[in-house]
């Protein structure tokens, strides 16, 4: 920038301007010191929590498995303990792909109407059978139908499971057709909080699901979403 020079007029009585130095007649002004831009904040990460229940079962599971490494998505699944044992194959699959597996218990009961020793029943035989597949210990439970109470999650806390539930229900399961499942899973989390996101790869035909799959991360993903798995379950 080239600064610009100021005149400085001469008081009354004062010798005239030509007769004065040079150097009292100018003087250039000093530049001016451009502030520095404060620095850009950087937005907070964006991330969503996909969970899929109900697995792991041979004709969806593996469908979903590969829509995910498409993706570039981890997701937690929280299997049926009975099912684990039926399709050892697919928890290794589904370990060995970077995702972590969460109780579902054993066959899928209602656990709040249930006595204390049948609940730790259905959650250790869980834990025990994938943990024997997979070398690691299970840490969280997601009741199923999201059934629980004070009772419930006491008794998970002696397991040492954390109870983990949903904020983003597809209700998939209705099989309401894949745009349907595409738009619940897209949509803002009931209550707030991280997106976490309820879907299934087992219980039934998941052909809806899997054929949703792609549109949900594709549009998350454009909105700035990266996709992990639970830390409670990690």
């Given at each position: 920038m080239t600064a610009t020079a100021t005149t400085i007029a001469p008081a009354v009585g004062a010798t005239?301007?030509?007769?004065?130095?040079?150097?009292?007649?100018?003087?250039?002004?000093?530049?001016?010191?451009?502030?520095?831009r404060p620095a850009k904040k950087r937005a907070a990460p964006k991330v969503a929590y996909l969970t899929f229940d109900d697995g792991p079962t041979a004709t969806y599971t593996p469908q979903v498995l590969a829509v995910l490494d498409r993706y570039d998505a981890k997701a937690t699944f929280f299997m049926i303990g009975r099912q684990?044992?039926?399709?050892?194959?697919?928890?290794?699959?589904?370990?060995?792909?970077?995702?972590?597996?969460?109780?579902?218990?054993w066959d899928h009961p209602n656990l709040v109407p249930l006595p204390a020793a049948e609940i730790s029943a259905q959650v250790t035989r869980t834990n025990a059978t994938v943990q024997r597949m997979t070398g690691r210990r299970v840490t969280c439970l997601?009741?199923?139908?999201?059934?629980?109470?004070?009772?419930?999650?006491?008794?998970?806390?002696?397991h040492r499971l954390e109870v983990v539930l949903w904020n983003v229900?597809?209700?998939?399961?209705?099989?309401?057709?894949?745009?349907?499942?595409?738009?619940?899973?897209?949509?803002?989390?009931?209550?707030?909080?991280?997106?976490?996101?309820?879907?299934?790869?087992?219980?039934?035909?998941?052909?809806?699901?899997?054929?949703?799959?792609?549109?949900?991360?594709?549009?998350?993903?454009?909105?700035?979403?990266?996709?992990?798995?639970?830390?409670?379950?990690?």
């Open positions: 005239p301007a030509s007769a004065t130095p040079a150097s009292a007649t100018t003087a250039a002004a000093a530049p001016t010191a451009s502030k520095p684990a044992a039926a399709r050892p194959e697919l928890v290794e699959q589904v370990r060995q792909r970077g995702h972590v597996i969460g109780n579902h218990t997601r009741p199923p139908g999201g059934g629980t109470s004070p009772r419930v999650q006491k008794l998970a806390h002696r229900d597809t209700r998939d399961w209705t099989r309401p057709g894949a745009a349907a499942i595409q738009r619940a899973a897209t949509a803002n989390p009931h209550g707030g909080g991280p997106r976490l996101i309820l879907m299934h790869d087992g219980g039934g035909d998941r052909s809806q699901s899997v054929a949703a799959l792609p549109g949900v991360l594709s549009t998350l993903k454009k909105q700035g979403y990266r996709f992990e798995t639970l830390p409670a379950c990690r």
